[in-house]
């Protein structure tokens, strides 16, 4: 088997490496300033071509596949150094848009679907509450159904652009219904009554646009607005392998971001009279550091390239992707920094702010070790590993 690229795939790299590189500079100050103007930087990619990157073509997507979605994702973020260019083409191809394209809802992929592949819709996903992170079959986010509306009443914590997006696609519980059975999502724009949101917690990383807090008091969303009901936990699931494709394109993306920072300074800088990467330390860390980058990349390649119907990722094969790049990747921008002396830890580096945004993302889209149980179960799929006391 050889894998290559094609002539497409590469085109789109380099595009998406130039798309970010007009953001190199502009992330140093979004960082600082835990700002950013985001609907600019969404616009931008926007016009450079890369929304709706898996959505159909009749729908107003560009009928490309996961892999152009990693490629597409993980170089913007090599040439900015930032996650933050990564949101734009989550908030229009994720795993929002994946639960609207897998809905038997043909209502509501009317009514949203081209606005959120167009990008005058971004759409965020709300699962995660207060008490409930890892786990997601315990969430006590109610929807019950009124006339012609849902009613929903929770918390939401940690939300990836809340503030900024238009659409919070949301995990509920449907009428009371305990366990997975019960959960399903429903499709809330931020004007809903009873919907409000704040910027929740500052955090160590990934700066600038919130993980924030949405409150839902009594919000009325009308009938239609049902993404998948009761019953569809696997299916709604199938979607959030999105989630965690695009983190394996994060950390690919970050990874690439510190090695090319730290292998430019170790050939330019010089100690000792010699220029630093001719000491064996040194190119011997940057030799390991490739390693890792190839490991991560050919994982996260199998996980897109074999994606059902080049959409929805496989589950085993994408959380070993994310089990590996997110584990992997706070440990190969400690090198890059180290690489880089003092200068590698001081606010000019690209790769102090990897440090921190890798470390921030570990958990997100799913902990490690949630991710082992996962890896367990496909692996050993008579045997049980139950989580719960019951
Ligand atoms: C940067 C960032 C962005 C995020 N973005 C979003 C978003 O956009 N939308 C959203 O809904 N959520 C988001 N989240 C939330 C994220 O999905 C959760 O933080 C994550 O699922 C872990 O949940 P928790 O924080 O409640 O940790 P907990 O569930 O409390 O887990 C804490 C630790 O306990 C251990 N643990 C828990 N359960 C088990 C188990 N069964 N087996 C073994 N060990 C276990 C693990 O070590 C785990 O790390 C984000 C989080 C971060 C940090």
């Known amino acids: ?10 085109d789109l790299k380099r595009r998406a490496y130039a798309a970010g590189l007009e953001f190199r500079e502009a992330a140093f100050k979004w960082d600082e300033e835990d700002h950013v103007d985001y609907r600019a930087v969404s616009d931008r990619f926007g016009e450079l071509g ?26 913007a973020i090599r040439a900015s150094g930032s996650w933050i260019v990564g949101e734009p083409l989550f908030c229009t191809t994720g795993p929002g848009p994946s639960m609207l394209m897998l809905s038997d809802n043909a209502a509501l992929r009317e009514k949203y679907l081209r606005d959120v592949l167009s990008g005058r819709k971004g759409c965020a996903i709300a699962l995660t509450e207060p008490a409930h992170g890892s786990d997601l079959t315990y969430l006590e986010t109610t929807a019950v159904r009124d006339g012609d509306s849902w009613v929903i009443n929770g918390s939401k914590s940690f939300v990836t652009g809340a503030i900024y997006n238009e659409l919070y696609a949301t995990f509920v519980r449907f009428d009371g219904i305990p366990g997975p059975r019960g959960i399903g999502a429903v499709l809330i724009p931020s004007d809903a009554p009873g919907f409000s949101m704040s910027r929740g917690p500052v955090f160590l990383g990934t700066r600038s646009i919130p993980h924030g807090d949405v409150e839902l008091v009594d919000c009325r969303i009308p009938a239609e607005n049902l993404i998948m009901g009761p019953g569809q936990f696997p299916k709604l699931m199938s979607a959030f392998n999105m989630e965690r494709l695009h983190n394996c394109a994060v950390s690919l993306g970050g990874m690439m971001a510190a090695y090319d920072e730290a292998a430019a300074h170790v050939q330019q800088r010089e100690q000792f009279g010699r220029p630093v990467i001719e000491f064996q330390h040194v190119y011997h860390t940057l030799a390991d550091v490739a390693v890792t980058i190839e490991a991560h990349r050919l994982l996260s390649y199998q996980a897109a390239a074999n994606a059902e119907d080049g959409k929805y990722p496989d589950m085993q094969q994408v959380s070993m992707a994310k089990l590996f790049g997110g584990t992997k990747i706070p440990e190969v921008a400690m090198k890059c920094a180290e690489l880089m002396g003092g200068k590698g830890v001081t606010s000019v580096t690209v790769t102090q702010r990897i440090v921190r945004d890798a470390v921030t993302n570990v958990v997100a889209g799913g902990a490690p070790a949630v991710l082992k149980n996962v890896i367990a179960a496909s692996l050993f799929p008579g045997r049980k590993f139950p989580q719960t006391r019951d």
């Open 1 to 10: 088997m050889k894998i290559e690229l094609t002539p497409a795939q590469e």
């Open 50 to 75: 890369f929304f709706g990157l898996t959505a159909p073509v009749e729908w107003g997507g560009q009928g490309g596949d996961c892999m152009d979605y990693l490629l597409a994702v993980s170089e």
